[in-house]
């Protein structure tokens, strides 16, 4: 189990949010996002995937779950 931010995770809010695997996170993201940031939620559901900002961003999440460490 690892712990992350919504800020971690390109949000605004400082929520932790935990998942074991890094599809669960990005699903606890998006759910937290959903709820919390609405209008940033659907700003990232209506961007594509190839978009240069998705795929950066990708990129960093990728980076930064692995560098997370497990919980304690």
């Known amino acids: ?4 931010t919504c800020a971690q995770m390109g949000g605004m809010c ?3 949010l935990h998942a074991g695997t890094k599809d669960e996170m990005m699903q606890a993201g ?9 209008e940033m939620a659907e700003s990232v559901k209506s961007m ?13 999440f990728n ?3 692995e560098s997370t460490p497990e919980d304690a």
Not at 1 to 4: A, F, Q, V
Not at 30 to 38: D, G, K
């Open 48 to 60: 594509p995937k190839e978009d240069p900002m998705m795929v950066a961003w990708v990129e960093k």
């Open 1 to 4: 189990m690892k712990t992350m």
């Open 14 to 16: 400082d929520t932790a």
């Open 63 to 65: 980076a930064d779950w």
């Open 30 to 38: 998006m759910a937290h996002l959903e709820v919390a940031h609405p």
